[in-house]
């Protein structure tokens, strides 16, 4: 898999044009996310809020929701940007976590980057330790 540097140069730019969609009435802050897949698809997604806050989509979910709506199977996107324009860099929040965790690969990396702050970075197993994960017959907790 490819490093956070040339993820970023791959990354960075259709999740900055994501962003540019956004749809944040409510909050002001525009997200936009690129995943791409291991056949070298790249996916976007952007925020779309709502006034009934709890069925905002967030970029993280929209751009795997697409992913997945195309034909991505669960553990094919191989990496994921996550861009705000401004001068804070954003983690994913829990929900994106979960559903990072669900649907990216295992090793996948998921890199948090902004306009003006630091990039951040980590193993999908890193962003969500512990995760609860559902099996054909039970609810399990991975252990670290």
């Not at 791959?10 to 999740?15: E, F, N």
């Not at 929900?95 to 306009?115: F, K």
């Amino acid at each position: 898999m490819s490093d956070s540097k040339q993820l970023i140069e791959q990354l960075l730019a259709p999740a900055r044009a994501a962003a540019k969609n956004a749809y944040a009435p409510y909050s002001g802050l525009r997200f936009g996310a690129a995943a791409l897949t291991c056949d070298g698809r790249i996916i976007t997604g952007c925020n779309v809020e709502n006034a009934s806050y709890s069925i905002t989509q967030c970029a993280e979910t929209n751009a795997l929701g697409t992913a997945i709506a195309a034909g991505v199977q669960p553990g094919d996107v191989v990496a994921m940007l996550i861009y705000t324009p401004g001068k804070l860099t954003h983690s994913p929040c829990g929900a994106c976590r979960q559903a990072i965790r669900e649907l990216l690969a295992a090793d996948g990396q998921v890199i948090a980057t902004s306009g003006g702050g630091d990039p951040m970075s980590w193993k999908v197993s890193e962003l969500l330790p512990d995760a609860f994960v559902l099996s054909p017959t039970e609810l399990t907790v991975e252990r670290r």
